[in-house]
Structures are given as C-alpha cells and as structure tokens.
C-alpha cells in the first residue's frame, strides 16, 4: 500500500499495516504468528484513527523488528501537535510488510540454545548389522497445543539432532564413526531443514509442511568408506498431534567378505533453541517434551 500526500489517511490504509503487523505477531496459523496479543486493533471504516492507535501499531511493529534483528526500528515520532503525514504512514507500512518478510528469523541474542543431555539421547545398547535389518530410532518433540508449537518454530526456534557412532574399533565402526561424523548436526526450524556437513543431500522442509505420512529429508544417503557403500541413512519428518517426529534409519546390508558386527554405542543426540526475548515477546514461548519413542 502507497498512502498519498495531501489526502486523509483512511481506515483501510492503517488496517493493512495493522494486519500485516498483527498476522506476524499473533494467534499461530502455519508459519506466521508469534502467539501473541497485539497492542493494536483494527479501526472501524469512518471512524477517526487516533494517536493511541498510530502509537500501539508502532509498539507491535517495534516488538516483532526487535525479536527479528535485536534492535529496535527507526519509527516516525507521532504526537498529538502534529499530523500524520503519508511519508508516515508509508514508513510503516514498509516496516510492517519488512517484518512479515522476516519473521521467521531471530536475532542470535533472543534465542537460547539447550544442549543434548543422556535425557534427550537415544543410544544403541548392544551390537548390530552383519547385514541383517538396520536400527531404527523416533524420536518425538510436543507441545501443550498446535499454536504453541506453531508459535516455537515461527519465532525462530529449533530442534537440533547429531548423530555418532564412538566407536573406531573394527572396519565398519570406523565407517559408521566416519560417515555420521561428517554430516554434522542437522536442524529442523520453521524455514527448513539443513545439516552443517556433507555425506549427501538434505532436502529443505519447513515444520508447517510437514505431513502425517512423513518426509525423507534424507533418503537412503549412502555411505562413502568403498567398502560399505550399501550400508545408508534415511531421516523422516512427520507432523504429530501438537508437535513432531524424527525417525532414524541407519542400514547395514553388507552381506559380502566385510560382513561384520557394528558395537553399540551409535546414538543420536538431540537439542533445541527457542525465543527468549521476553521485553518483545509477553507470551513466553515454551519448549517441547522429548520422548524417545523408539530406541535404536
């Protein structure tokens, strides 16, 4: 929206920068909405828009610039000697479509990061392979609602997973150590999915596109070590109730003169971080319950 020079601002220009700002912050629904109450409100078509109501647009404007870049915007200074002026109004609504743009991102001082513990890692009791059926692991993250999770992942947060196998010992344990090592950790967020390291290619899903019948984001990525090239990995998203899943495969199908044991140990460690900018975000974003619901 353009507001124009020399003509009264009506109601529909300040409800565009309204909703625009209020879609970024409030009620979760797919990827916008940072689960809070906005300070602003709609203006009813005639009626005058007031000060207060310039200032509260202002206010939820700057709260959602504050948690996307950590600091706050450059806003008109409105008072109740002067008018609003369309340059005004303009600034706005630039700032309001800039942080819709955005709002998924977070500034790295708003955000605080939970380490994996032995609570949050799923690990591999007893040895496995010799060509036999892999080992499998799910792991669950859920929240008290959807919007809650919604509200997790559309202000910022994520959920970290890092896959290892200690062991060194044998041929094949040097490859499974190798091999998870390289791919480094994987992150699951409200923009994607990536991994920090190489050993083949992770596809990009977002949390509000994950489905009930799971996405491969890593699909049967093979091992590198010449030796083991059949032996695989596949990671699968899925959309449970008020939160999701991670599935683990990791497959051993050699059956040739390296048909060897893997030791136990192998183990997938998981994390998050999440928004903690409490001066911008009123509502505190809550962090998921973990469950290992399949152990490898």
């Not at 806003?75 to 609504?93: E, G």
């Not at 993250?141 to 999770?149: D, G, K, L, N, R």
């Not at 959920?159 to 998870?180: C, I």
């Not at 999440?274 to 399949?294: E, G, Q, W």
Request: charged letters at 5%; aromatic letters at 8%; a neutral charge.
């Amino acid at each position: 929206m353009s507001a124009t020079t020399g003509v009264k601002i009506p109601a529909a220009d300040f409800n565009s920068i309204q909703s625009t700002i209020s879609t970024v912050l409030g009620t979760p629904s797919g990827n916008y909405g940072y689960g809070q109450a906005p300070a602003s409100a709609q203006v009813a078509t005639g009626n005058q828009i007031k000060l207060t109501d310039w200032q509260n647009v202002i206010t939820d404007i700057t709260h959602a610039y504050s948690h996307i870049y950590g600091s706050a915007p450059s806003v008109p200074a409105l008072s109740n000697t002067t008018r609003v002026k369309a340059a005004d109004v303009n600034a706005l609504a630039t700032l309001a479509t800039q942080c819709s743009t955005n709002r998924l991102t977070i500034a790295a001082a708003n955000q605080t990061a939970i380490a994996p513990t032995s609570n949050t890692t799923i690990t591999r009791a007893t040895t496995w392979g010799n060509g036999s059926t892999g080992i499998t692991c799910v792991a669950s993250f859920t929240w008290a609602s959807e919007a809650a999770a919604s509200a997790f992942f559309n202000t910022g947060g994520t959920v970290t997973m890092k896959l290892a196998h200690p062991t060194t010992s044998t041929t094949q344990d040097n490859a499974w150590n190798g091999f998870l090592s390289a791919i480094g950790t994987m992150v699951f967020s409200g923009t994607g999915s990536t991994k920090a390291g190489g050993n083949g290619t992770m596809t990009s899903l977002a949390y509000s596109a994950y489905t009930t019948g799971g996405t491969a984001v890593m699909n049967a990525v093979t091992m590198t070590t010449a030796a083991y090239t059949a032996n695989y990995i596949t990671v699968t998203v899925k959309k449970i109730t008020n939160g999701m899943s991670i599935t683990v495969l990791l497959e051993d199908n050699h059956t040739n003169a390296y048909y060897d044991s893997v030791a136990s140990g192998t183990n997938a460690a998981f994390g998050w971080s999440y928004a903690t900018d409490s001066a911008n975000l009123a509502t505190a974003i809550t962090v998921p319950t973990f469950a290992k619901t399949t152990n490898f």
